[in-house]
């Protein structure tokens, strides 16, 4: 079955980077975009970009742009994460999300708190 | 770049009531890629309606969606104590970004 495995929770000091990884199974993973939302607390979902995985073209919202780096290793199927110059307002719950709908899986989120 | 704007922001009903949330974009959107998720805490969202009015696999047909151009609605009919989580509406059409709504609460009056 398909399965997004995300690594654990971080916490950060403000100005550091944070790196994410998703472990994907049960599929194809060159097959798929890979995309990454976030929830701030009490916050609602926010798009943060997509990558390619056969091509590592990445596409990201213009409010992470220069901040957010995806990339992937196609040799074990999994997708990253990295957000630097971190602030308090970065602290959220990351997911990894395969977006396709109706046809959508997600990760089990990666808690992020940003605090000194 | 697109923006969905959901409205209201809270909505208060009792279980059996109806339910009317509302989704509008700053430009017109293909209705091929307006779709509507179900949150609750804990648990990863769930694609509810696609293509603006499609009922994604095992979703009840209480809930259902309409609307076109920059105006889409989700519709739950006779709310169950289990329909009471936040809604969003996202649009996901062939170029990215594939921006969110900001969410509609649906909580217990």
């Known amino acids: 079955q398909v399965q997004l495995v995300q690594s654990g929770a971080e916490v950060k000091k403000p100005g550091a980077s944070v790196k994410v990884s998703c472990k994907t199974s049960?599929?194809?993973?060159?097959?798929?975009?890979m995309h990454w939302v976030r929830q701030a607390p009490g916050q609602g979902l926010e798009w943060m970009g997509r990558?390619?995985?056969?091509?590592?073209?990445?596409n990201y919202a213009q409010k992470f742009q220069g901040r957010v780096t995806m990339t992937r290793d196609t040799s074990i199927s999994t997708a990253y994460m990295e957000l630097s110059s971190l602030t308090s307002d970065d602290t959220a719950v990351y997911y990894c999300?395969?977006?396709?709908?109706?046809?959508?899986?997600w990760g089990q989120g990666t808690l992020v708190t940003v605090s000194s | 770049e697109i923006v969905l704007t959901q409205s209201p922001g809270t909505l208060s009903l009792s279980p059996g009531e109806r339910a009317t949330l509302s989704c509008r974009a700053s430009?017109?959107?293909?209705?091929?890629?307006l779709a509507w998720y179900q949150h609750k805490p804990g648990q990863a969202p769930r694609v509810l309606i696609y293509g603006a009015s499609n009922r994604a696999t095992g979703i009840p047909d209480r809930f259902s969606g309409s609307g076109s151009g920059t105006d889409f609605t989700l519709t739950i009919s006779r709310l169950e104590p289990e329909d009471f989580a936040v809604y969003y509406c996202q649009q996901y059409g062939s170029s990215p970004p594939y921006t969110f709504g900001q969410g509609t609460k649906l909580e217990i009056k």
């Open positions: 999300a395969r977006l396709s709908p109706p046809i959508t899986y």
């Open positions: 430009q017109s959107i293909s209705s091929s890629y």
């Open positions: 049960g599929f194809t993973f060159t097959g798929y975009y």
């Open positions: 990558i390619t995985p056969n091509s590592g073209v990445t």
